[in-house]
C-alpha cells in the first residue's frame, strides 16, 4: 500500500524532488565522517573566517573550524532531531487519537479539549518556554518537541478511526467477536496509516526548521557540537561580510525543509482522490 | 559614576558618557544615504574645521535603561545617560587626576578623617532652583538610607557624620581614615532634593523626568525607541558644543552596527572581529570611520566555585591555570586585542604588580598537579577520575561572542589534560540571577570592570558573600582579608601600592581565579565628529565630549527625515 502511494507521488516533479533531497541530505549526513575534510571541531586559531577556497569549500568559522565539515555533522543532528522528535510526538498521536476515535465518549471529549488547548498556544513559545527550564541539550530538545507536536496527528487518527469504525469490515471484525485490541491494531490502524504518514513527513519539515530555531537561539546543541542553527547563530554578527557562514547553513536547513515539504505535498496530492494528479 | 566594581557582559564602551539624536527613524528610508556618500563629502571629512557649536550626535545602547536615577539603577545602560545629566562633587581630568566638578575645592584634615567639600557659587538645577550642599547632604543621605537598596551604598556608610555648616560647604568626617573616600565622591552624582525630598527612589516618576545640573537635559523618552537630550542652558560646567544627544535603543549588535554603516548612528563599541578585521577590509568604512581603541580597567576570568569539591584544592586549580595557554585565547578570539595578566588591575597601572607573571602554559605540569591531587585515569577512557567520578564540569558564560569561544578553547585544551568540560552559554539576567546570585556552578567565565581605586574589597573580602554580592565564588583567605582591610585604611600611596601588589602575589598564588586577558575597549566613532583626543588619554576617549563637536558642513540632512515614503 504504502509502496504503491510512494510510486504515485513520485510520479508529480516536485514530490520526486523532494524525494531525491531527502535521499541525498540522508546520505551526506550518514557519511559525514567519511566525506568531511576535517574534524569538525578543530581549531585552528590562524585561519578564522577564511571565505570559501579550495581549502576550505565552505570558509571557515569564527575559531578556524572548517564550515563544511561542520554542515555535515550538523546535517546528523537535525536530521536525528526532527526523526525522533516526530517519532515521539506521532507515538503520542496515534494513542490519544486511537483512544479517542475509538472508545469516544468523555474521553474523547477529554482528549480534544486537551488537543485545542494544547493548540491554542503557539507551539514555538510553548517549546521556548519548556526548554528555559532544563537543561539545553539534543535529547532535551528532541523530548520537548516531540511532546509538544503530537496534536494534529491526534485529531488526524481520531477522524480515520471514527470514519472507519463505521465501514462494514471493521463492523463484520466486531460481529465476529473481535477484542478491542485486535480492532484497533489489526483493522482501524493499518488502514489509517497512510495519511499518518504523511502527516509525519511533513512534521519532519517543521522539527528540522524548530531545532535549528532553538539551536540559533542557543537553546538547543550545544558548543562545540555542530548544528545548522548554531552555525547560523556564529554567522549572524557578520552576515555583511563572512556571508557564508549564514548562507550555507540556511541553504541547507531551506532545502531539506522544501524537501520534506514537496514530498509530504506530493504523497497527501496521492493520498487525496480529488486530486489532479490521482486521475 | 564611580564603580567600585560590576560585572560586564559586554566590551566595556568607554566612550558611552554620553549620547544623542534620532532624526531618522525609517530605516529603510535612510539606508542608502551614507553609502553613496561621494568622494568630495569623504573629503570634507579629512579636513580640519574650527570648533563650532550645534549639530546633533546619535548614539545606540543594547539596553534602555530602568531609570536614570543611577544610584539605584546601577547599570551602564543608565550611567551612560545619567551622567550627561547629573553632576558629582569631583570628577578626573584626562589624566585621572580628581578636580572639582561641583565644587571649587577640598580639604582633607590632618588626621585625614575628616573632608570638606567647597561648593562653586550660583549653582542651579536645570529647573532654575538653586544647588545647595543640602542637596548634597540629601543625596548622601538617600545612598545610605537602607530602603534605598544602593549596590554602592557600602561606600557612603562609612561616613559617620555628614554636616552642611553653609549653602555652599559640605563636610564629612570617618571613623577612620578611608582611602577610597575621594574617589567614591567622584562617582555619586547629585541628586535634586526639591524634587526628590519624600519619594520612593525605586518607584518615582523622577527616573523617567530626571532634573540635573549638568550639560544636558532630558527631552523625551520614546520606550524601547530613543532617549534624547539637549543642552542644558543653565548648565553650571558652561555650555558644551553639541546641542542634541540621541541615544538609540537598539538592542542587538549586528543591528546597531548596520546602522553604523548606514550612518544612522555615529558611534558604537565594536568587537575585535569588527574592529581588526572587517572596518579595515572595507574602503567606504574606513573612510568615514575613526577607529578607537583603549586599555580598559577591566579584565575577563575563569572563576571557579571555592565552595564545591575538587575547586577547593589549590593543587587543582593551578592544574586547570596550567592546562589553559591564555595566549591563544588573546590571539584567536580577541585577535591580539588583549593583555596576559597575573594582577586584576590594569596594566601597567602602579596597582598592577610587575614582578607576577601569569601561569604559563604546561599541560605537563598540569597533569603533575592533578596527579598529586588524586585525579587519575583508571578506566583509560581519556578522562580522569577520583574516587571513582570522573572529572567533568560546565563552563557557565553569558551569550558574548567573545566568552563563548574562550570556552571552547578552554574546553579544548583540559581536555587533552584529561577533564572533560561542557560548555553553556545562557542570556545575561537569567545567568545572573539564576547561577550566579544561587551559587549554583562550578565554573564560570565571567568580567569585572573596575574604578580607579585599587580597593577590591566587595570582590575578595570573605565577608562579601551574601547572594548578590560579588565575591559569589565564595573566596575566603585570612590573609587576603587582612591586606584588603589595610589597603583601604592606609593613606601613603607607595605603602597601599606595597600592600596591593603583595595582595595581588598571594592571590595569583592562590590561583581562585585564571586571569584570561586584560581587553581593550573598542570603539568606532564617526568622523563628522571632532575635537576627539586619539590616541586616547588615561581617562578614555569620553572625557572630554563637551568639547566634541560636529562641524556644520558634515552635519546630517534636516530633522525632517524621518517620515519618508513606506517602501
Known amino acids: 500500500m504504502n509502496k504503491s502511494l510512494l510510486e504515485k507521488a513520485l510520479q508529480n516533479p516536485l514530490s520526486k524532488a523532494g524525494f531525491v533531497i531527502i535521499v541525498l541530505v540522508f546520505l551526506l549526513a550518514m557519511l559525514a565522517p567519511i566525506i568531511a575534510p576535517y574534524d569538525p571541531n578543530d581549531i585552528n586559531v590562524k585561519a578564522i573566517l577564511l571565505s570559501p577556497s579550495w581549502q576550505h569549500w565552505m570558509g571557515t568559522d569564527g575559531l578556524g573550524r572548517d564550515v563544511l565539515s561542520r554542515m555535515l555533522y550538523g546535517g546528523r543532528i537535525s536530521l536525528l532531531v526532527g526523526l525522533v522528535a516526530v517519532g515521539i510526538s506521532t507515538a503520542i498521536g496515534i494513542l490519544l487519537g486511537a483512544i479517542a476515535g475509538y472508545y469516544r465518549g468523555w474521553v474523547d471529549t477529554l482528549i480534544m479539549r486537551l488537543v485545542d488547548v494544547m493548540l491554542s498556544i503557539p507551539s514555538f513559545f510553548l517549546i521556548l518556554a519548556v526548554i528555559a527550564f532544563l537543561t539545553p541539550s539534543i535529547i532535551n530538545v528532541m523530548i520537548v518537541i516531540g511532546l509538544t507536536s503530537w496534536m494534529g496527528v491526534t485529531r488526524l487518527v481520531r477522524a480515520e478511526f471514527l470514519s472507519l469504525s463505521g465501514r462494514e469490515f471493521v463492523l463484520a471484525s466486531r460481529t465476529l467477536g473481535a477484542k478491542d485490541a485486535r480492532l484497533i491494531f489489526t483493522h482501524l490502524l493499518p488502514n489509517s496509516l497512510t495519511p499518518i504518514i504523511v502527516s509525519s513527513v511533513l512534521g519532519v519539515a517543521g522539527a528540522v526548521l524548530m531545532e535549528s530555531g532553538l539551536s540559533f537561539l542557543g537553546l538547543g546543541v550545544q558548543a562545540p557540537q555542530a548544528s545548522w542553527g548554531n552555525i547560523l547563530t556564529d554567522g549572524k554578527d557578520y552576515i555583511q561580510f563572512a556571508w557564508w557562514l549564514s548562507l550555507f547553513p540556511g541553504l541547507a536547513i531551506l532545502i531539506t525543509v522544501l524537501g520534506y515539504n514537496l514530498l509530504g505535498e506530493g504523497l497527501r496530492d496521492a493520498l487525496d482522490p480529488r486530486s489532479e494528479n490521482n486521475r | 559614576m564611580k564603580i567600585l566594581a560590576f560585572l560586564t557582559n559586554q566590551f566595556l564602551k568607554r566612550n558611552a558618557k554620553f549620547s544623542f539624536i534620532a532624526t531618522c527613524l525609517a530605516l529603510s528610508a535612510c539606508g542608502d544615504s551614507s553609502q553613496n556618500l561621494s568622494q568630495q563629502a569623504l573629503n570634507n571629512l579629512n579636513k580640519s574645521y574650527p570648533s563650532q557649536s550645534g549639530g546633533t550626535l546619535l548614539d545606540a545602547t543594547i539596553g534602555e535603561p530602568s531609570g536614570l536615577i543611577y544610584m539605584v539603577a546601577g547599570e551602564s545602560a543608565a550611567g551612560a545617560i545619567s551622567s550627561n545629566i547629573f553632576n558629582k562633587l569631583l570628577k578626573y581630568d584626562k589624566n585621572l587626576d580628581l578636580e572639582g566638578e561641583l565644587v571649587e575645592g577640598w580639604q582633607v584634615s590632618s588626621d585625614q578623617k575628616t573632608i570638606t567639600f567647597k561648593l562653586k557659587p550660583n549653582l542651579k538645577w536645570s529647573d532654575g532652583k538653586p544647588l545647595t550642599s543640602a542637596d548634597v547632604l540629601w543625596t548622601w543621605q538617600a545612598v545610605t538610607d537602607e530602603k534605598t537598596r544602593s549596590p554602592y551604598a557600602s561606600d557612603f556608610q562609612l561616613v559617620k557624620k555628614a554636616e552642611t555648616p553653609d549653602a555652599l560647604t559640605f563636610s564629612v568626617t570617618y571613623d577612620q581614615a578611608y582611602a577610597p573616600a575621594l574617589d567614591s565622591w567622584a562617582g555619586l552624582q547629585i541628586l535634586p532634593k526639591h524634587l526628590l525630598q519624600g519619594q520612593d527612589l525605586h518607584t518615582t516618576a523622577f527616573a523617567r523626568k530626571p532634573v540635573g545640573s549638568n550639560y544636558y537635559k532630558l527631552d523625551s523618552w520614546t520606550n524601547g525607541e530613543n532617549i534624547k537630550l539637549s543642552r542644558n542652558p543653565s548648565s553650571v560646567l558652561g555650555q558644551a558644543k553639541i546641542d542634541n544627544l540621541v541615544t538609540r535603543i537598539i538592542p542587538d549588535s549586528s543591528a546597531q552596527f548596520l546602522e553604523l554603516m548606514a550612518d544612522n548612528i555615529d558611534s558604537m563599541g565594536l568587537d575585535p572581529i569588527k574592529y581588526a578585521r572587517i572596518i579595515p577590509a572595507r574602503p567606504e568604512l574606513k573612510q568615514k570611520l575613526a577607529l578607537y581603541k583603549e586599555l580598559g580597567n577591566s579584565y575577563t576570568y575563569m572563576g571557579f566555585n571555592l565552595k564545591r569539591k575538587p575547586y577547593d584544592d589549590v593543587r587543582v586549580r593551578k592544574a586547570i591555570n596550567y592546562a589553559i595557554d591564555k595566549q591563544e585565547i588573546i590571539d584567536g578570539v580577541y585577535l591580539g586585542l588583549g593583555i596576559d595578566i597575573a594582577s586584576p588591575y590594569k596594566p601597567g597601572t602602579r596597582w598592577s604588580n610587575p614582578d607576577l607573571k601569569p601561569y604559563p602554559y604546561d599541560p605537563q605540569k598540569a597533569k603533575v598537579l ?69 551559587g549554583d556552578f562550578d565554573v564560570v567565565i565571567l568580567g569585572w570592570g573596575l574604578g580607579l581605586d585599587p580597593d577590591q574589597f566587595n570582590i575578595w573580602h570573605s565577608s562579601q558573600q551574601a547572594p548578590g554580592q560579588f565575591n559569589f565564588i565564595g573566596y575566603n583567605n585570612p590573609s587576603i582579608d587582612m591586606l584588603l582591610e589595610q589597603g583601604r585604611t592606609e593613606l601613603n600611596p607607595d605603602k597601599r601600592q606595597k600592600i596591593y601588589h603583595e595582595f595581588a602575589r598571594v592571590l595569583l598564588e592562590d590561583s581562585p581565579i585564571v586571569y584570561l586577558s586584560a581587553g581593550y575597549g573598542l570603539s568606532a566613532i564617526h568622523k563628522r565628529v571632532k575635537g576627539i583626543d586619539n590616541p586616547a588619554p588615561p581617562a578614555g576617549v569620553g572625557w572630554n565630549t563637551y568639547d566634541w563637536y560636529i562641524p556644520e558642513p558634515l552635519r546630517r540632512a534636516v530633522p525632517g527625515r524621518t517620515e519618508i515614503s513606506t517602501n
Not at chain 2, 577512557?381 to 553569558?398: A, M
Not at chain 2, 568540560?421 to 539564576?434: K, Q, T
Open chain 2, 370 to 438: 592533578l596527579k598529586e591531587a588524586g585525579f587519575v585515569d583508571s578506566d583509560g577512557d581519556g578522562v580522569l577520575e577520583r574516587d571513582g567520578k570522573p572529572f567533568s564540569f560546565e563552563i557557565l558564560t553569558n551569550q558574548n561572542k567573545e566568552r563563548e569561544k574562550s570556552a571552547v578553547l578552554i574546553q579544548r585544551r583540559l581536555k587533552n589534560v584529561g577533564i572533560q568540560a561542557n560548555v553553556r552559554a545562557i542570556e545575561w539576567a537569567s545567568f545572573i540571577s539564576r547561577f550566579i546570585k544561587t
